[in-house]
């Protein structure tokens, strides 16, 4: 037996056995799923009949059963599972709640709270105001240990294939912090500006946001980081790392994988070298036409690479990528990507003015641009994501009198940026879709004929790809001056000599674990392995290369490196959480009218401004709670952060287990009359409670529709409970107490306002209650006998309250208030029951947990040897709870005696 | 200059002293105080971070003292002490000063000398630190026995469950067989079970413990000793029986109200208080009859000698919780015996608490009619004919004034203290205003009393039912248990001691003490007094009273009290 006593749930009735417990000699195990003990009574204000200050009260008790010797706490850990044994003993199946903070190491300090950027609803002073995704509950919370709230990743991020944090920047740069977002940004890449521009953006398709107005503009969001910062800082803050590896490590090609793996190669201090057979670095970025993304921001991030002390031998073929090692690089990683157009089965092609789309970007990138004023330019094929367009809008810059471009398949498959077609055809092209050529004819006057056929549009095979369709009818021919073809690329085969030849392969073979090819300490990524693909995924198999060739070079393992991510979180839970939500529409994408963007090659895109991108950034929901944006890790003085924690199950063997799991309050807006959700002047009483409480939010009472003092308050009774509308013919003990109570309280915190409490009857029974009930009385606190039928909202926020005024002659009375408070009931918490497999621990008909002989024993469940204290086996105040938990105590420590007898 | 090390703390209690005293005013008034060597605020200084804080600073400063300016000591002296021994500073090294009930929240309104205030009372705390002794607790082992006082089902429940820990029981019950009201009880809320079944179990399950000895007609007539070590006297018929305990339960349970004569009629044939009417069902097998006469309409009226509604001259102004639902059950009880009964209930509040509210539900179901009273205008009770005509003003249909002609009136009587008060004369527990015995604190230590070791259960503490009563037995055996089972007790080293050269054994003390902790020895060739260092309270009754100055209490010496006085008098500006 690893404890005698399992106590689940540390509240007060939690506290109290456990005490009890640890007093009379057992070693008790405490399990709360919170982080910090103390239930809800310590988020009370004071308590009825004595009017202590529950935090006065409590916090002792949380002190002392936290540091009591025979008591063994764990805060954020839910009991997965419990189940008996033959012996008569409890195995338990702990769920160890990843906090993400070295318990051991926190101090309290709560500097990560202050760092950290995301605000969601605060539950322990019931979403009246914000707490940060990293926090401490309150300020007596026992432990005083911060936790990092995750429900996992949120989707932007996990869809990244390039692993960049994007719910942190996004949430960076909510926060104003525009130079934070983009380092974050460059903790995963080294191409935020070309990212921000050109990147497909799958986190954008995954958005929960799109759900509701759309989704965030995350890419654009990007590119404002990046474009703030370069404008900041012309040249890279950082410089070469301080560690230094021995390792030489060769790259062959300069496009987004290459440089990639480069970058985070050289981060990790080994010295990195370059090899690109064309004049300039960038590989394929080099050919997205300037108006998408400015040569200078391409040559601002790499300068991110090169500022790492990377060295780019540009000009430098590499033929055979393996004998590198023999000049000394201890690891090559070949990205040499797919530089080559590849000609279609089609006649005609080799033609004159029948061109490669690549080799025509090339050219139009070149001093030497083509000159095509006048002519008449036909672009066949889509491409690589729409490389087709680039190819039309280019030739449409260059003075074309018409660009037609056929694409056999439909719209949707064109291109990934679906706004890229519309760019194209307001500056001038002509886009036919489903139409492909049969056949090119040379018309003698270097113009080439174009005769095509329609295309049918194809089926959806199982996957919902649709397949190429056949060939349909002939379509009328088109007279060109130049063919563009953008069909294909293909590797420059001729480099892969030696080990690396592959006979009658297209592209390069590697292990996909490892990234490693057959040729030990050679590697290889990029579009030479996967075949095209885009400009972020490339960015991920750098990544990826530059941990394999570490690990490689280390010497450990060759595992796979996978970005350890926790699972995405369910955009409906999100968006569930969230009860309400504000109307955000998005941001225009904003872009140069077409005649002047036809005139020149300069960006078609405008950027935001900062305004724009923090109000867009603002529509963040915050999925996964804390979004990675990693300030909490530098703000931490004591380095107790670690994101990388998980979520640990652990087993133990208990003697005897007491459920303490406690109550629910009933949900107010359930009681739809009485306006709860839809009047922000009415609140429940558990609010009430904390704006009265010491830790209270504004510090004092305000309603919160307008933040103004009340007047004139109001407490309905028997919210939720004596009522058979809501499922619930219970009366729940202790609202008429609190409401007692609070009026008192309210008397005292604005002792010009007039409360008034609507009753059924005031139930008064405990010792000292009738007492305190008088003194309310005498207070002048008013009593309503007279139940509320419903609550309409006037003017000026205030409420109207219809009512039978049974003292008043029965009549239906109305009276206005400026804030109503909802007492409302206690509902059983049913994960108890759950507790146990099999469903032995049986519930009462109200689904409290069941007392099997409450005469003898009170707190005696259907499984011998459990026990229930407190709120989980009926509600109750808190002397009822503490006798009723020592009853629980005395009989589990008897259970534990007959054990180990 | 003081050779002292002390850390002083201020604390904000979250704005509770904050809000009107300028701590950090405060801190840096007394930052420069001789022998202060840590000056802090903290914003909750008995939460776990500020006490990890105060640990670190006592071992890393090396503190040999400790001043927090909180709360007042009944909340957090012993935390505060705690946390000196966790880092190992001796718990009487510490000081505390209220800053809260004696001084922000007195003082609301004048935020500046609240202020003042406060640095003068820290100053004074200061004083008291640099002259504290280290002390030892006064360790005494206990006897593994409990007496429980009082057979009923509280009694009797609490005996098994200490019997079960293994503790040795002994129960004194003062009448001729244990069980008390429970077993004179037929079928009892809420689960309909035969109260006397119920005692009759507990008794056989007793009948075979070796551990537990049941005393009827017995009763306590002397108590000595102390917490864990207690020597008892039972008077047993006539006999004398000393026994040795560790601690003592009592559970004597409640009397029934007993209504003044002409009060709602009570005295006239036919009026009933609630256990004579619960006696009559329990009695009935068939349709009611009362004195030979069929029962066709009762009248029931609700909280007779409760909540101040009483002829008597000095009425209980509780509520006393147990009447409304015993009234509900009883009204269903009586319908099942005679279905075609007419039931009225005249009522102010209907307080059928929590699952209770079921049992309203179901005498409701079962036809009974309720009307509501105001308590400045109770029901008229009037004998007519043989049958009784009830008269009320009813606020559920307004005011209407209405006649209710009936066979019986049930008046629902509460639950009253135990008028016999030899036992509070043995114990010496203290009583709350309702008469019943008092608890340390109504919220958090229900079961315990100012007399350590001495535990109060079931309707004893206050009117509850029988459920309940078990619940609070259990709960006072937890905690007799956990004095118990761990073989000794620790107590207060805070008690006073003589001077023996000083005294003359002149017995002035004697008579101060409330504890009976002073007596007379001979040392060497003089009579002196001697304090019991197990029964002191450290009250200090006593040392006002030695003419020759021969008494003082530890914690608290005269040199002590003197500085905090110089100390607070002093004038630093």
Known sequence: MDYDVLVVGGGIAGMESALTLGDMGYSVLLAEKEPTIGGKMILLSKVFPTLDCASCIATPKMASTFHHPQVTCMTYTRVKNISKTARGTFQVALDRQATHVDLDKCTGCQKCELACTVAVPDQFNFDMVARRAAYIPFPQAVPKKAVIERHGTSPCSLACPAGVKAHGYVSLIRAGMFDEALELILEAVPFPGALGRICYAPCEGVCTRAELEGALPIRKLKRFAADHYYQKHPKPKHGPPKKKQIERVAVVGSGPAGLTAAYHLARRGYSVTVFEAAEKPGGMLRLVPTFRLPPEVLDRDIANVTALGVEIRTGERVEDPAALRLKGFKAIFVAAGLPKDRKPALEGTDLANVVGALGFLRQAGSRERPKLEGKTVAVVGGGRHGIALDCARTACRLGAKQVVLQFRRSREELCIFESAIDDAIEEGVTIQFHRAPARLVGLGDKRVRVESREMLAGKRDVSGRILPGSAGKAAEALDADLVVLAVDQGADLGQLKGELQTAGMKTLAVDPRTLETRVPGVFAGGDVVSGPSSLVEAIGTGTRAAACIDRFLRGTERTPVELPALPAVDPKSVLQRQARYSRLPPAERGKRPAEQRRADFQEVETGFDEAAARQSAARCLDCGGCCECHQCIAACPADAIDLGMRDREKMVEVGSVVVSTGFRLFDAGLKVLYGHGRFPNVIDAMQMDRLLSPTRPYNTVLRPSDGKMP????????????????????????????????????????????????????????????????????????????????????????????????????????????????????????????????????????????????????????????????????????????LHSGAAAALSAAYVERLKR | MSARRIGVYICYCGGNISDYVDCEKVRNAIAGEEGVVVAKTTMFACSDASQQEIIEDIQQQKLDGMVVASCSPTLHLFTFRGVANRAGLNPYLYVQVNLREQCSWAHTDVPAQATEKAVHLV?????????????????????????????????????????????????????????????????????????????????????????????????????????????????????????????????????????????????????????????????????????????????????????????????????????????????????????????????????????YELLYEEARSKGAVFLKFDEQQPPEVEKVDGHFRVQLKDQLTFGDEIQIESDLVVLVTGMEARADKSLNDVLKLPLGLDNFFKEIHPKLRPVETVIDGVFIAGA??????????????????????????????????????????????????????????????????????????????????????????????????????????????????
Not at chain 2, 171 to 190: D, I, L, N, T
Request: hydrophobic share 40%.
């Open chain 1, 711 to 882: 007047d004139s308050i109001a407490y309905i009774l028997c919210t939720g409970s004596r009522d058979c509308q809501v499922d619930n013919p219970l009366c729940s003990r202790v609202c008429c107490m609190y409401s007692v109570k609070q009026a008192q309280l309210l008397m005292g915190a604005l002792p010009m306002a007039d409360v008034s409490i609507y009753y059924i009857d005031i139930r008064a029974f405990g010792k000292g209650f009738e007492e305190f009930y008088e003194q309310a009385k005498a207070m002048s606190v008013r009593f309503v006998k007279g139940k509320v039928a419903r609550v309409e909202e006037g003017e000026d926020g205030k409420l109207i309250l219809h009512y039978e005024d049974i003292a008043g002659g029965g009549k239906l009375a109305r009276a206005e208030h400026d804030l109503v408070v909802l007492s409302v009931g206690l509902l059983p918490n049913q994960e108890a029951l759950g507790l146990f497999s099999g469903g032995v621990l049986k519930p009462d008909p109200h689904h409290y947990v069941h007392e099997v002989d409450e005469d003898h024993s009170p707190a005696r469940t259907s499984i011998d040897g459990v026990y229930v204290a407190g709120a989980s086996a009926a509600a109750m105040d808190i002397p009822d709870t503490i």
């Open chain 2, 460 to 573: 004893a503490q206050a009117p509850r039912n029988s459920a309940e009563s078990v619940a609070s037995a259990l709960a006072a055996t937890a905690k007799s248990a956990a004095l118990l089972k761990k073989g000794y007790v620790e107590l207060e080293p805070l008690v006073a001691v003589v001077d023996t050269e000083a005294c003359t054994w002149c017995s002035e003390c004697v008579c101060t003490c409330p504890y009976a902790a002073i007596e007379k020895v001979t040392a060497g060739s003089k009579e002196v007094a001697q304090i019991n260092s197990a029964l002191c309270k450290g009250c200090g009754c006593c040392v006002p009273a030695c003419p020759k100055g021969a008494l003082g209490v530890k914690g608290y010496t005269d040199r002590q009290i003197r500085a905090m006085i110089d100390a607070m008098g002093a004038s630093h500006e």
């Open chain 2, 123 to 355: 100053r004074a705390g200061i004083a008291k630190a640099r002259l504290t002794e280290s002390l030892d607790k006064i360790r005494i082992d206990t006897v593994p026995r409990a007496l429980v006082v009082g057979g009923g089902i509280a009694g009797l429940r609490a005996a098994l469950a200490l019997s079960d820990l293994g503790i040795s029981v002994f129960v004194a019950e003062k009448s001729e067989k244990v069980g008390g009201w429970v077993a004179e009880m037929g079928r009892m809320y809420p689960h309909e079970r035969r109260g006397s079944d119920l005692i009759a179990k507990l008794v056989e399950e007793i009948g075979a413990r070796e551990n537990i000895k049941v005393f009827t007609h017995a009763e306590l007539t002397a108590k000595s000793g102390s917490v864990g070590d207690f020597s008892v006297q039972l008077s047993v018929a006539d006999q004398t029986i000393p026994l040795n305990v560790g601690t003592i339960v009592v559970t004597t349970g409640f009397g029934s109200y007993e209504p003044a004569p002409g009060e709602f009629g009570y005295g006239t044939e036919g009026v009933l208080t609630l256990p004579e009417f619960k006696r009559l069902l329990d009695e009935s097998k068939g349709p009611l009859v009362y004195r030979g006469k069929p029962v066709n309409s009762i009248v029931y009226v609700y909280c007779v000698g409760s909540r101040g509604s009483s002829k008597k001259e000095k009425p209980n102004t509780y509520c006393s919780r147990y009447c409304c639902n015993a009234a509900m059950h009883a009204s269903s009880v009586a319908h099942d015996l005679s279905p075609s009964l007419h039931q009225f209930h005249l009522f102010r509040d209907i307080r059928t608490y929590g699952k």
